[in-house]
């Protein structure tokens, strides 16, 4: 069968991935290496994830501000967990202009005495910022989030995924009580599902990470974790109590309710482009690239098909009208986003470049549909098309989005449940994960819910010999005695086993 | 007469500034020189006038997209006049990790081969990303925008206006035709100019700089300077057209209609959190902040006033359902931003705190007002405040907020006229430009429209002797002859010189 994407996703995965994000025109590579050039349909994803997050961050009280993209070295050096979690990934500013040399070349000048660090998160800066608005517990809580572009070197890009340069938002909160702050963390998390599930349709395994998983300098990392297409799994976004760490590091004290100087409690959480590439890895098929409804830049693509020129007035026409009565509809509050690929060029190039692009719904409409009131209607979640009165689908419209959106969500969801596998016996653990199993071939990979007993060594060993980790031990797990699949020591629940991206 | 803010604005102009932004809570100096924090209030600002800009520029066909931060040093050698202006002001990475060194102290390691500069505009990055898009006639125009941190290294920083990293938004658009670029540099102007008068309230000239204050890199730049309350100039917006120096230099070139390769036409346009720094500097007042409503986070703020604990639940319930009418009206189609500050604080602290940080609106609602309906209402923009019912106010809000706003317009379109001379003489233009001129200190400073012949030697003599620039040449300036306020040669048309910011 010939698809629009070449390799298809059981020949080469990887390749596929990037073969979708070039055809659905969402970003490309830089002449800076690692760092990725978004391009405008990529964008508008982003931008309608942002929107819809940023409501979300408002809704449970938190504001928006911004901090220095620069850190000073030595505050890198303030918490010794996160400065061995970042050093050896940091982009350094050591100089403040350019001069021509004797060579006539440009070199660096005006060395600076204190290098900066460009952010790879923004803990320490936030930090001592919050050290200085901080003396009171009537000073508490401080609910800020920050939209921004962060840098971690990245020796082995790939586009949305892990780019040295990439956009997220970071929250972070400054709490009286630790009770309080893992009530912070672990609502955040809950946004996080939410969003995941509601506006990417990704089903999501909402837990805690493994210590060795944690975010450095975290006493707790919580995160969602998704599974893409090749059964992978992808953290796709992140929650830290970070206890008293960071204030200890940065010095933020209060006078307490009591009367005494106390450490805050503080939290952190960020979701990233990364975000996108988890949609594409999930929903994306060998066509090409599939939007969720729900943060599609276009819902419905208008695709006037015009093959003779004196037609083509009229159909641009109505093209127009109906891209206004569309544009009148809400679909989750917002006005639905239509757009009429005006093009003149042929109408099998321009279904095909929104088929590759994703586009939820395509209209084609020609000069016969205009005598007869109809229109023809493709789902890019389906194969096919309908023909309908026109009518009828401007009514339909918001419901068909509304099908499309949990139709992607459905299939994610079996997509999962059929690849996640309750392992118990060390063997099977290591056959599932063992690529070319000719015993069992169809179990490969995916979600092993396996007992472990609690051991780093444990989950070393593991990781070594398979390329397995704990993506994390899901909040809803039961509490059911077992063994650990590598050890045999005794268990209290099952956590969750992969390989990850 | 006392004042919240001190010292007052003819005391001590760059101090009373400084203190505005403080007892705003709009922004403060962070540990890194030069780089602010932006904080909540300020950021929504900040955010106000982004979704207000982003739908202008989408209403005129852009859409973001995202670039890299870092530019490799030999793109900015590309384009000579471009990296004589920015060269003396650029952060450079040069290692790309952090090493533990004898010291025990981290160092910069893993330097790199090429040094990237952290972008202070991106037109040689973009460039060399729309040179690979741009193949034929067909693939033009490009129509796109982002939205950005740059950094240009600053030695005399100063909050908003000055600082070494600031937020923007790029516009950067690649044309068939010379027509069609110049078209685009003056529509985005002129975006700028409506989006300064209707959303900021300001007042501003829209015209072309003299060769010796463009862009660097450019063949025209395009400018809307404001007045503020010092009388001296602020650049708010530029849009440029490059000609075809940065497509030279990036190699954009297509394929022409008529078959032959050609070079796009290109323009580029920005506006920053610069603009935060003029609204404060034209609007606010010697008690502290004043927002034009339509940028305004919240534009009403009401303050529960509980000076006994029973009724204070009573009180709180009342602002709440206020609050909720108010959210229910829309101000230039978007809902109200109603604010209630429930802090249990005294009243009187509480509509100062909201009187230094510019809050259109004050509502004052205390126990007797719930008895009888009412409410008392202050404007930021006026003394003293008015008691009402609270029906008609509700009935009224989007008229005050509007007549505010039209308010500050008027205002700042008074002091920018009284402070505007037409100036023949070359005499009176030096005294117009010397403090303490004690013959006329009424006119000291401010717009001086005045002849000048176009030689940059007379531009440049001005600049040295009184620190004072064209600011641009106005579109509107009248065809008339004249005689040059240096040299007495023979001028065409007035320009406005000021000394600015």
Same mark, same amino acid.
């Given at each position: 069968?010939?698809?629009?994407?070449?390799?298809r996703?059981?020949?080469?995965?990887?390749?596929?991935?990037?073969?979708?994000?070039?055809v659905?025109?969402?970003?490309?590579?830089?002449?800076?290496?690692?760092?990725?050039?978004?391009?405008?349909?990529?964008?508008?994803?982003?931008?309608?994830?942002?929107?819809?997050?940023d409501?979300?961050?408002?809704?449970?009280?938190?504001?928006?501000?911004?901090?220095?993209?620069?850190?000073?070295?030595?505050?890198?050096?303030?918490?010794?967990?996160?400065?061995?979690?970042?050093?050896?990934e940091?982009?350094?500013?050591?100089?403040?202009?350019?001069?021509?040399?004797?060579?006539?070349?440009?070199?660096?000048?005006?060395?600076?005495?204190?290098?900066l660090?460009?952010?790879?998160?923004?803990?320490?800066?936030?930090?001592?910022?919050?050290?200085?608005w901080?003396?009171?517990?009537?000073?508490?809580?401080?609910?800020?989030?920050?939209?921004?572009?962060?840098?971690?070197?990245?020796?082995?890009?790939?586009?949305?995924?892990?780019?040295?340069?990439?956009?997220?938002?970071?929250?972070?909160?400054?709490?009286?009580?630790?009770?309080?702050?893992?009530?912070?963390t672990?609502?955040?998390?809950?946004v996080?599902?939410?969003?995941?599930?509601?506006?990417?349709?990704?089903?999501?395994?909402?837990?805690?990470?493994s210590?060795?998983?944690r975010?450095?300098?975290?006493?707790?990392?919580?995160t969602?974790?998704?599974?893409?297409?090749?059964?992978?799994?992808?953290?796709?976004g992140?929650?830290?109590?970070?206890?008293?760490?960071?204030?200890?590091?940065?010095?933020?004290?209060?006078?307490?309710?009591?009367?005494?100087?106390?450490?805050?409690?503080?939290?952190s959480?960020?979701?990233?482009?990364?975000?996108?590439?988890?949609v594409?890895?999930?929903?994306?098929?060998?066509?090409?690239m599939?939007?969720?409804?729900?943060?599609?830049?276009?819902?419905? @693509?208008?695709?006037?098909?015009?093959?003779?020129?004196?037609?083509? #007035? =009229?159909?641009? &026409?109505? %093209?127009? $009208?109906? +891209?206004?009565r569309?544009?009148?509809?809400?679909?989750?509050g917002?006005?639905?986003?239509?757009?009429?690929?005006?093009?003149?060029?042929?109408?099998?190039?321009?279904?095909?470049?929104?088929?590759?692009?994703?586009?939820?719904?395509?209209?084609?409409?020609?000069?016969?549909?205009?005598?007869?009131?109809?229109?023809?209607?493709?789902?890019?979640?389906?194969?096919?098309?309908?023909?309908?009165?026109?009518?009828?689908? @401007?009514?339909?419209?918001?419901?068909?989005?509304?099908?499309?959106? #949990? =139709?992607l969500? &459905?299939? %994610?969801? $079996?997509? +999962?449940?059929e690849h996640?596998?309750?392992?118990?016996?060390?063997?099977?653990?290591?056959?599932?994960?063992?690529?070319?199993?000719?015993?069992?071939?169809?179990?490969?990979?995916?979600?092993?819910?396996?007992?472990?007993?609690?051991?780093?060594?444990?989950?070393?060993?593991?990781?070594?010999?398979?390329k397995?980790?704990?993506r994390?031990i899901?909040?809803d797990?039961?509490?059911?005695?077992?063994?650990?699949?590598?050890?045999?020591?005794?268990?209290?629940?099952?956590?969750?086993?992969?390989?990850?991206?």
């Amino acid at each position: 069968m010939k698809s629009a994407v070449s390799p298809r996703r059981e020949e080469d995965f990887p390749e596929w991935y990037q073969q979708v994000v070039k055809v659905a025109d969402l970003a490309e590579n830089s002449d800076v290496r690692g760092c990725m050039v978004i391009k405008p349909w990529g964008y508008g994803l982003w931008e309608c994830i942002q929107r819809q997050l940023d409501f979300l961050f408002k809704e449970t009280g938190h504001k928006n501000a911004y901090f220095p993209l620069f850190i000073p070295l030595s505050y890198m050096e303030k918490e010794a967990g996160h400065v061995e979690g970042f050093a050896k990934e940091c982009a350094v500013v050591t100089h403040h202009r350019l001069e021509a040399g004797d060579d006539g070349k440009l070199h660096p000048a005006g060395e600076l005495s204190e290098p900066l660090v460009v952010r790879p998160t923004s803990e320490t800066i936030i930090g001592a910022t919050y050290a200085k608005w901080v003396q009171s517990y009537r000073d508490l809580p401080i609910l800020i989030n920050q939209w921004a572009n962060v840098v971690r070197w990245e020796m082995r890009p790939r586009l949305f995924l892990r780019t040295t340069e990439f956009l997220w938002q970071e929250g972070h909160t400054a709490h009286e009580t630790e009770q309080e702050a893992l009530e912070e963390t672990e609502r955040m998390i809950r946004v996080y599902e939410a969003f995941a599930r509601d506006h990417l349709a990704l089903p999501v395994i909402a837990g805690e990470k493994s210590e060795s998983e944690r975010f450095p300098g975290a006493v707790k990392t919580f995160t969602i974790e998704a599974m893409v297409q090749d059964r992978k799994a992808i953290q796709a976004g992140t929650s830290h109590f970070l206890g008293q760490n960071f204030s200890r590091a940065s010095g933020i004290r209060f006078l307490s309710r009591q009367g005494a100087q106390e450490l805050a409690w503080t939290t952190s959480w960020g979701v990233s482009t990364r975000l996108i590439g988890t949609v594409i890895m999930t929903h994306a098929d060998d066509d090409g690239m599939i939007i969720p409804p729900r943060i599609a830049p276009a819902h419905v @693509v208008i695709l006037p098909i015009c093959p003779k020129p004196e037609t083509r #007035d =009229a159909v641009l &026409a109505a %093209a127009e $009208a109906l +891209r206004k009565r569309l544009a009148a509809l809400a679909f989750h509050g917002a006005p639905l986003g239509v757009e009429v690929d005006r093009r003149d060029i042929g109408g099998g190039v321009k279904n095909w470049d929104w088929i590759k692009k994703g586009a939820p719904v395509r209209i084609e409409l020609g000069p016969r549909d205009l005598e007869n009131g109809t229109l023809a209607v493709s789902r890019r979640d389906r194969a096919g098309k309908e023909f309908l009165q026109t009518d009828a689908f @401007v009514e339909q419209a918001p419901a068909i989005l509304q099908s499309i959106q #949990d =139709a992607l969500y &459905a299939k %994610a969801l $079996a997509w +999962r449940d059929e690849h996640t596998r309750v392992i118990d016996s060390r063997e099977d653990f290591r056959a599932f994960f063992t690529p070319g199993n000719p015993a069992k071939p169809e179990i490969h990979g995916g979600f092993a819910k396996t007992h472990w007993c609690g051991a780093r060594a444990c989950e070393e060993r593991i990781k070594n010999d398979l390329k397995v980790t704990i993506r994390c031990i899901p909040f809803d797990a039961v509490q059911e005695a077992g063994r650990c699949v590598e050890c045999g020591e005794p268990s209290g629940r099952r956590v969750i086993f992969a390989k990850s991206y």
